[in-house]
Nanobody, 112 residues
Framework: QVQLVESGGGLVQPGGSLRLTCTASTSLFTINSMGWYRQAPGKERELVAT???????KYADFVKGRFTISRDNDKNALYLQMNSLQPEDTAVYYC??????WGRGAQVTVSS
């Protein structure tokens, strides 16, 4: 089973930016669709963004214009650039791909 490891989380002030990285244990060329989810305390896990091997992306309405998903198959990596972060973006962020296990997640905390 493909293992995924998220990194790049942390504490940031409102309006700040973070870049999350998801590193896979195998080539991403074999995984067409990948995505980022998040789960805030007391809430259900929700989809943030997805990307396919050919590049088409989809975003949840609450991150459109602020977050950008990308991938580098040569580096077995998936990214999430997060700008204009707000306190409501505080959550554990997970990456997932077709046929992979969930990673452990990366904590993102937006607070002044």
């Amino acid at each position: 089973q493909v293992q995924l490891v998220e990194s790049g989380g942390g504490l940031v002030q409102p309006g700040g930016s973070l870049r999350l990285t998801c590193t896979a244990s195998t080539s991403l060329f074999t995984i067409n669709s990948m995505g980022w989810y998040r789960q805030a305390p007391g809430k259900e896990r929700e989809l943030v963004a997805t990307i396919t091997n050919r590049g088409p992306t989809k975003y949840a309405d609450f991150v459109k214009g602020r977050f950008t998903i990308s991938r580098d198959n040569d580096k077995n990596a998936l990214y999430l650039q997060m700008n204009s972060l707000q306190p409501e973006d505080t959550a554990v962020y997970y990456c997932i791909g077709a046929g992979t296990d969930w990673g452990r997640g990366a904590q993102v905390t937006v607070s002044s």
